[in-house]
């Protein structure tokens, strides 16, 4: 009899966290990147960078409210997310009508090719976590100092190693709000 419990219980824990996943795929992540979008107070003219753009979904929702250039880059890592693809990303935005309004660049974080101060807002959402030592993690916080604009702002989204972010961003000057 217990074992019959216990196998319920186990498949209703399945299946809950199974309609959790859908939720989160249909609906849940456009929530997470609005309240992480909302944190910029947006003019409209922003040139906007996003660090681990992986399909583009918070590339293509800076691109929706500014008209400025927004340019995502990764280095498109299969194992981290599927039909984790550069083309994906660019479909995605075609779709949304962007397609002419985003850049999709393949760089690494940790040494990106963009000129010093470039951009006025500097995203990343569930990306720096993937860089596997600490130096490099340090090394891509100064990299999205470097390309912010003065008086621009980053917004890190991530669930791991945030207190090390802290520390890399203020000991670049930077002001961190947690």
Not at 35 to 46: N, P, Q
């Amino acid at each position: 009899m217990w074992l019959g419990v216990a196998l319920a219980l186990a498949g209703a824990f399945s299946f809950v966290q199974g309609l959790r996943m859908i939720y989160y795929s249909k609906a849940g992540k456009f929530r997470c990147r609005d309240r992480i979008l909302d944190f910029v107070d947006w003019k409209g003219h922003e040139a906007v960078l996003d660090v681990g753009t992986g399909r583009g979904l918070l590339l293509i929702g800076a691109a929706k409210r500014t008209t400025g250039r927004a340019v995502g880059i990764d280095v498109w890592s299969r194992e981290d997310l599927s039909s984790n693809t550069a083309e994906n990303a660019m479909a995605n935005a075609a779709l949304e009508g962007l397609a002419g309004r985003v850049e999709i660049a393949n760089q690494d974080a940790r040494q990106m090719e963009f000129a010093d101060g470039t951009f006025d807002v500097v995203l990343s959402n569930l990306c720096l976590h993937n860089i596997p030592a600490a130096e490099g993690r340090k090394q891509a916080c100064g990299e999205i100092v470097r390309v912010l604009k003065p008086g621009g702002i980053a917004v890190i989204s991530d669930f791991k190693s945030l207190e090390e972010y802290e520390r890399a961003f203020a000991a670049a000057g930077c002001r961190v709000e947690p």
